[in-house]
């Protein structure tokens, strides 16, 4: 008698399904035990009470309901059309896209906004995630290329967003807070407008069945039987998109449950596309409701410990570092190359042409500017004056800029990976995690913050490398570990944010990178550390030149692998750190440069290197002076101007067919 092999992870179906359900049980009767109260000796204490009971805890409990099952069903519909276990509303910039939309129509038209909220967050998030399969749609959809696009998209997304609150000042700080996934309720309007829309969807995704499961086979396969697949395939996203972003125009982004709930649904036993759809939504309803009541529980008072939202996005970085064994990819990004497109004859009269237009940007971005009465080149008294004021946020995004490009160099001579970058690799969002938990614990120096900085950004990287150690740094596993690191090095700051409280301000400033502040302090913290720590890397050439060949052929040119690509690393990981302390996590400098570099045609590694910085210096320079002249009288911060200038060129850089290096 031969027995069949039961699907891994089926014994735990009867396990999870009663484990789930006495979780948040037991949660939300300890929410009512512990909630706070009026006192009694009120004469109207115990009306208050009913009121805080029946029109604030109980419409919140139910509306936590609803959201989380419309986000695990949104995403079991994203992961099955697309065949990517790790495709929901985050890493597809549908959030992203939503909260830009939400954010541009609240800034600028209040009233419209009331009237078609849901329609203005469906038309940012149907817009985000259809740019994300255009950007992979020459890949086949693949799901590394999907999770790059889509952390491109919400990058860009997310510096548009903080470019319009920070334009609309207080107003606009509480869309952000919004933004951060809130669910506290004052009535049942929420669970009345939600509530009908997952129905709906519910029922539009039963008649999808059929469809869901013939696009589970390969698209001969699924043509073969009759199946339209480009229609299908949009009807099926056009669905998840619409129920994610319902929940985020009622409540704000709920980071990462649409990822989290066909997951563990899958461990739990399910298998066939029936059964994820019946039991995702309903873990994701439980995965929400169990969060929000920790929130609740765990927060002092009559507020929450951090808004919902940014709590579940704790959640995403973790789950798809978890989930990359099972993320089968076509090769996203090609290893390095030596091979050039093109080779200096003369590298070192390269060299000294760059820096030539280096000074000449230098010269125009301190003199040139634009005044009421048109543009001006200042001289004499009034370049006197300017000075003060126009040198120090020069100096500060010229070594910065450099600082990032060394960084990005490092990066991509250590991992072998062209797309690597502190932006890319989650370094900088490491090191944005670190001053989040100095900020947390008081408002600590510049010096404790760029130390705290510096810890964050070291601890990101060598979490990356060892992650990626395991793979043979494939370049996809690697990207992954990065997107989902920053991820959750995000979440922090997000959490923190959405408090509203001068750290909140803080943050915001420096997700911007502005440097309309630098002063005497930042100019000489940007020289001081970009010889400091460019200095060593000189000596070092040897390294960059073996390590990019793999771990076997450096060790067997006697080369210490892991001592020296923890020194690299921690130059690395101090250099993003302040660099990002300067201008930001979101200028993708480290990445553009080293690319303009090897494209000009440096490819012995220390002319590369001084390429590198010569062009991010020249890069950011350039960026900040534009920022202040584009929408004259008013100014963009240089690291989200930046960002909109780094953002198309990922886009075309993975558009490319291959990457040389």
Known sequence: ???????VGSAGTPVFAILLPLLCITAFALLIVTRPEVPQGDADAAMLNGVLLWNSIMPRAMLVLIAGAALGL???LLQRVLRNPIADASTLGIASGAELAMTAAISFSPLLIGFSREMAAFGGGLAAVAL???LSWRRGLDPVTVALSGMIVSLIASALSVTLILSRGEYAMSIHIWGAGSLSQQDWNGVLSLAPRLALGFAAALLLVRPLRILALDDSGARSLGLALHSTRLAIVALAVWLAASVTAEVGVIGFVGLAAPAIARFAGARSTGKLMLTAPLTGAGLLFLTDCLTQILGPGFTDLAPTGAATALLGGPLLLCLLPSVHSVSAVA??????LNRLDKPLLALG??????ALIFAVVLTLGPAEDGWHIATGSLLTDLL???LPRTIVAAGAGAMLAAAGFIMQRVTGNPIASPEVLGVSSGAGAGLTVALFLGFPSPIIMLLAMALGALAAFLAMIAISARAQFSPERMLLAGVGIGAFAMAIVTMVLAEGDMRGYILLTWLSGSTNRAGAFEAWTAIVSLVVLTAPLP???RWLTILPLGAGPSRAAGLHVGASRLALAV???LMTAIASFLVGPLSLTGLIAPHLARLAGFRAPGHQLTASLLFGAGVLMAADWLSRVVIYPYQVPVGLFAALIGGPYLIWLLSRKDVQQ
């Open 1 to 7: 008698m031969v027995s069949r092999a039961k699907p």
């Open 74 to 76: 949104s995403g079991t």
């Open 132 to 134: 994300v399969l255009a």
């Open 335 to 340: 290893a390095q190359s030596t091979a050039a």
């Open 353 to 358: 042409a760059l820096f030539i237009a280096l």
């Open 388 to 390: 003060p004021f126009r």
């Open 539 to 541: 000596f070092l050439s």
């Open 571 to 573: 130059l690395a990981a």
